[in-house]
């Protein structure tokens, strides 16, 4: 089977700023040194120097980086809590919506309570195991889940995820 070749997503240049191919390189130096893993860790120290080819993905002005960091907690904090039926069905408390432009946090039973939102629920969540197929193609024990997530996309009309 030959190897694949690297590809990227066009957000990595336009949120982190950086070459993908020399980023990569980076990444890559990265696991050889370390017998095959990066780290978040490793790739932030690797970042650190101006110099670094990974240097501009990443916030280097403490205050914005506390900053985003906190919202990153805030995000982490309301993703843990769920509800739990009689039945014993556990789900998230809280979806992330857009209401009249903005978005945020919204109590589920609320946001599927509600035709569109439902929709948006409904979209992004087969928006986001559209990408878990992306991550996961070469598993083929999963191929009659991924077939069934493309029939009900079909049905509701999500494109595939990029």
Known sequence: MPMPEIAYKQQLKLLHRVNPDKAWTEIQKICKANDGLASAQAIVDR??????????????????????????????????????FENGEVV????????????????????????????????????QLLGLEARFKSLSELAGVFQEVHTVARTQGVEKAA
Do not use: C
């Not at 109590?107 to 035709?115: C, I, L, R, S």
């Open 47 to 84: 970042a650190r120097p101006k110099r670094s080819p990974l240097h501009r993905a990443f916030q280097w002005d403490d205050a914005k980086a506390a900053e985003a960091h906190r919202r990153e907690q805030a995000r982490s904090l309301i993703t843990n809590f769920e509800l739990v």
């Open 92 to 127: 998230p408390a809280m979806v992330n919506v857009r209401v009249n432009k903005k978005r945020g946090y919204m109590q589920t039973q609320d946001a599927v309570n509600d035709g569109d939102l439902r929709k948006q629920v409904l979209k992004q969540a087969l928006a």
